[in-house]
């Protein structure tokens, strides 16, 4: 019966038989072989049984899938073969012919690593010293996430073109085993600005605190600054710059002064000589001068409406009452009536216009 023989990238050994026809193996949990390999694909590379043989192809996986140390795309197994994804190792043992002896010298490691791609430093550091660094690439700057608590403390994880997943579940860039951790807590993402972190609506919250600030705060988006602290669960992450320094580092970033250099650099510096007042300064005065002088004469002066002599005590004269006029016909007949009256008493008895 073929199997696989697996050694992971903690030296954990397992045994996979190849009963099925097509046996995929990747980082997301639908696959046949799921791995947790930091470099691998969600879906990387997939074993087919042809005839009595197997055959590995490679899925179009970012980092590619080595067949002793070469690139493969496809091609077939021969017993000993040994399928690399990362550090996560396949041994190959099953029915064909034995493959040839190759006198190619092995590739430098970790030559696979695309730009955006996550590597571990720390590791890459004890291994073998690699060849030094292009002068274009000591120019650049190279922005990691280290590990400054919890587990793995001094782990780096080198930031680039492709966002990265912080979580508990196995799928993410950065897997965390901490409880109080969700399953996809934090991205961080390259945007115009620089790298920004995210919090992805985690149950506990993704909190960061500035290099000058005294308490982690609690964050749904915010661009990251060197020297800032991510705290996800019981694991503190800081944000450095391993490259060439950049002038946006040293603006924003925290410098510490000593007070007593501080004190020094104030005292030696010479004193500044008084200077006349300008021309412009001189004729601001003479403004504000005259517009006090205004402002002095308008106050003085009696409102409009008021009477200039002394005020007097005399009541003012009562109004005229006016005369109403009879009108001429109330006139007319009260001279008729008058009239009348005296006729009629100018008739006494005895008279001869008088009759009983």
């Known amino acids: ?107 430098p490691p970790d030559d696979d690593d695309e730009v955006g791609a996550t590597v571990d430093l720390s590791e890459a550091a004890s291994a073998a010293p690699a060849a030094p660094p292009k002068d274009e690439e000591a120019e650049k700057p190279k922005y990691v996430l280290e590990v400054v608590e919890g587990e793995d403390v001094g782990k780096r994880y080198e930031l680039g073109l492709q966002p990265l997943t912080i979580g508990r579940k196995s ?60 705290k996800i669960g019981k694991t503190v992450f800081e944000y450095r710059n391993v490259g060439k320094a950049q002038e946006e580092d040293e603006l924003f970033a925290t410098v510490a002064l000593d007070p007593e250099k501080l004190g020094d650099q104030i005292a030696e510096r010479p004193a500044a000589a008084k200077q006349p007042p300008s021309t412009l300064v001189l004729g601001g005065a003479a403004v504000a001068l005259f517009l006090a002088i205004v402002v002095g004469v308008v106050t003085l002066l009696p409102k409009s409406g008021e009477e200039k002599g002394p005020p007097t005590d005399t009541p003012p004269p009562p109004p005229r009452r006016r005369r109403r006029s009879r009108s001429r016909t109330a006139t007319s007949r009260w001279t008729w009536t008058t009239r009348a009256t005296r006729s009629a008493g100018s008739r006494r008895p005895g008279s001869p216009e008088w009759c009983g």
């Open 1 to 107: 019966m073929a199997k696989l023989i697996i050694v992971n990238e903690e030296d954990q050994e397992r045994v996979h038989e190849l009963i099925d026809q097509v046996t995929t193996i990747g980082r997301s949990s639908s696959n046949t072989i799921q791995i947790t390999d930091k470099k691998s694909s969600r879906n990387h590379f997939r074993i087919e049984k042809e005839g009595e043989r197997f055959k590995v192809i490679d899925l179009g996986s970012t980092n590619g899938t080595r067949l002793n140390e070469e690139r493969a795309t496809t091609d077939l197994l021969c017993p000993g073969d040994v399928i690399r994804v990362g550090k996560t190792t396949f041994r190959y043992d099953g029915p064909g012919e034995a493959r040839p002896p190759s006198n190619k010298p092995p590739p």
């Open 171 to 230: 799928s993410n860039t950065i897997q965390l085993h901490d409880e109080a951790s969700s399953s996809f807590h934090a991205e961080v993402k390259k945007e115009p600005i620089g790298y920004v972190i995210s919090d992805l609506g985690s149950t506990n919250g993704t909190r960061a605190k500035a290099r000058s600030a005294g308490e982690f705060e609690k964050i749904v988006k915010t661009p990251l600054s060197v020297g800032m602290k991510i």
